[in-house]
């Protein structure tokens, strides 16, 4: 245990010391007043948010002009998503939303956080909008009633709880669009309805503020622009301003890594199992140290990822079970029954229908398999082990292979089970001889001398 603390302080240290020259070298980096670029591609998940929000942190830290996030992205996880975008809304310099290349989207969280910036542009062939909950899209619901309410021409659409989450987002991407001046009935339709907008239209209806081929256009466009900033009107000038990009380092790469749901479903097996292993085996130390960290670095990555609850309780009841059956055999009772649960709780483990953020079907098909057959296996080889004859004692060298150690007084004397046994032989026997067991008699095992 004393080695499994040491590795943990050690690396705790490392990470958190070796995060702090990161942020001040980034910060050193950048020319002084200039125009950060951060760019937002893939899933909106943990790692993308704390990549945004310490971007902005350190662009605000070094006294940049302006920052221009560039999008690209399906939507992603709601939390991760009011992180960034309060971030966004607590930023000390103009944010600058740019969807961006040709082909890009701004689709689901990727609304909010256009709607969000203190500018909003896109590039020609982007689009934006769809921006219902992913889960309420996914989730089979009551039909509508056929008789609208009696305060709103929309009939009552599903069951209480998605109406009360709907009626949240739509709520919050409202007041987003009443505070940047844009139009907010139509992002009420995307939200309740999932529309969607090409750049033109976006322009036309006044989702965005402009459209720009490239970034270089965009910042010309901009000049002379007067935005809201912190209740006083601010002009922009940022067309000869230099610009910096903002890459993500080693911890956003790493933190994406262990978000995978796939990944944090590994490392949490891999945790399981070593410890298992270890406390089977007590002093051999590398499956412990190797079971604790991953077991540690998954909790941390379920602690930023939408799980539920009950589907992890149901997977570590199917280990136990799966436990159980090694060391008491069932007949396969436990066995079945732990994989059962195991495979159960893996499928609900993941709190969100977003495809990115799912547990891949052959991972859990494979763990679940692997632990019935090694539960199998267990009963096979307990029933084995019931069938063999029982033998102790003498009766149990029989047929054995054993060498002479010493003669003591003219008797011979051979090691079995940890002891030595006085022997017969019709043959002389010196130490070293290569002897049979043949039979018995009384505390002596009668043996023949064997051709060296």
Known sequence: MSILRHVLVCLLCWSSL???????????????????????????????????????????????????????????????????????????????????????????AGTYLLYSCHVAAMSPATNLGAATPVSLGATPGPQPSSEPDSESDQPPAGNAMQRKIINDAVAYIRGLAELRGRNADWAEQAVREGRSLSASAA?????????????????????????????????????????????????????????????????????????????????????????????????????VLPISYAGLGLMLLGVGLILAEAYAPSFGILGIGGSIAFVVGSIMLMDTELPAYRIAWPMILAFGLGSMAAAFAVVLMALRARRQPQSIG???????????????????????????????????????????????????????????
């Open 203 to 303: 322009l036309e209806l006044n989702v965005i503020d402009l459209i720009a081929p490239d970034r270089t256009a965009l910042l010309t466009r901009l000049q002379g622009r007067e935005v809201s900033l912190a209740g006083q009107t601010l002009k922009l000038n940022l067309a000869d301003v230099p610009q910096y990009e903002y890459l993500p380092d080693w911890r956003n790469e790493f933190l994406a890594i262990i978000t995978n749901p796939n990944v944090a479903y590994l490392l949490m097996l891999i945790g399981i199992y070593g410890l298992i292993f270890e406390f089977s085996n007590p002093g051999f130390g590398v499956p412990g140290v190797l079971g604790v960290i991953s077991l540690l670095v998954a909790l941390y990555a379920f602690q």
């Open 18 to 108: 070796s995060a702090l020259p990161l942020v001040q070298a980034a910060a050193a980096d950048a020319p002084e007043h200039a125009v950060w670029v951060l760019r937002l591609e893939g899933v909106v998940g943990p790692a993308s948010a704390d990549y945004l929000v310490r971007g902005l942190e350190q662009a605000a830290q070094s006294g940049a002009r302006a920052v221009v996030i560039e999008i690209d992205t399906p939507g992603g996880l709601d939390l991760s998503m009011r992180q960034m975008i309060s971030a966004i809304l607590a930023a000390p310099m103009p944010v600058i939303g740019y969807v961006t290349p040709g082909g890009a989207r701004a689709a689901s």
């Open 394 to 452: 003498v009766d149990a060298a029989r047929g054995q292979q054993l060498s002479v150690e010493v003669c003591r007084d003219d008797q011979a004397l051979v090691r079995f089970e940890s002891e030595l046994w006085p022997v017969r032989s019709e043959q002389s026997l010196q130490p070293g001889d290569r002897v049979r067991v043949v039979g018995s008699a009384g505390l002596h095992l009668i043996v023949e001398k064997l051709e060296t």
